[in-house]
């Protein structure tokens, strides 16, 4: 099955710095990369994904880059707030694994510092 | 949460006893799925539906059963619950494509 890895495990940021979050995966046939972003207590919440046919897609302060041939993606946060403080999961999903099950990276969590 | 409801939010269940844990949606959504997240581990899928009666195995399917007999409940059946069963489990659905999936509040469960 795929494999994802996400680094780094903790990040802490000024508020209004920017923040970054890389994954790797390692089956070339994952075609979807969503973000979800986790608040204490609560279910993940969707954030951003991007599909293998675009290198980046944004929304407003937040990004996600696709490089294919490395097989990694990143998540790029700009002008962090406190409330963007939270643990983020990157995920990829194989279509070859069957209702495009997604798989999860480890998770960052992040603190943004007042 | 996109309109997707868990119950019970929170349990403690003793070694042995038979659990389940059930996930109502109100977006009539084809696909559900059931997954459990662990320290170290981010989430791991358990068991999937993409329609009535129809389901299968997920990553981590040994010692779980489900079933979905409407579009709207998908049952999570522990036969027998252990340890290491102690999670945080959450159901998520997708419309037609399974790729976008929407998470519910999750369900804490203590297995002693």
């Known amino acids: 099955g795929e494999n994802v890895e996400q680094h780094p495990s903790t990040l802490s940021v000024q508020e209004g710095d920017s923040a970054v979050i890389k994954c790797t995966y390692s089956d070339s046939a994952s075609n979807y990369f969503p973000w979800y972003k986790q608040e204490l207590g609560k279910g993940p919440q969707l954030i951003i994904d991007i599909r293998s046919n675009v290198g980046e897609k944004k929304d407003q302060r937040i990004a996600v880059t696709l490089n294919k041939t490395a097989k990694h993606f990143s998540l790029h946060i700009t002008e962090t707030q406190p409330e963007d403080s939270a643990v983020y999961f990157c995920?990829?999903?194989?279509?070859?694994?069957?209702?495009?099950?997604?798989?999860f990276g480890t998770g960052t969590r992040l603190t943004v510092i007042p | 949460d996109a309109g997707i409801t868990q119950s019970p939010r929170h349990k403690v269940t003793e070694t042995g006893t038979p659990v389940t844990l059930r996930c109502h949606q109100t977006e009539n959504h084809r696909y559900m799925y059931w997954y459990r997240q662990d320290p170290g581990h981010g989430l791991r899928l358990i068991h999937y539906?993409?329609?009535?009666?129809?389901?299968d195995k997920g990553e981590v399917s040994d010692g779980y059963s489900v079933s979905r007999s409407k579009t709207e409940d998908f049952l999570l059946t522990l036969e027998s619950a252990t340890s290491s069963q102690t999670s945080v489990y959450f159901c998520?659905?997708?419309?037609?494509?399974?790729?976008?999936?929407?998470f519910g509040p999750g369900t804490r469960l203590t297995v002693t």
């Open positions: 995920a990829a999903s194989n279509p070859q694994t069957g209702a495009n099950n997604l798989f």
């Open positions: 539906s993409y329609g009535v009666k129809d389901t």
């Open positions: 998520a659905i997708s419309e037609s494509d399974g790729l976008v999936q929407y």
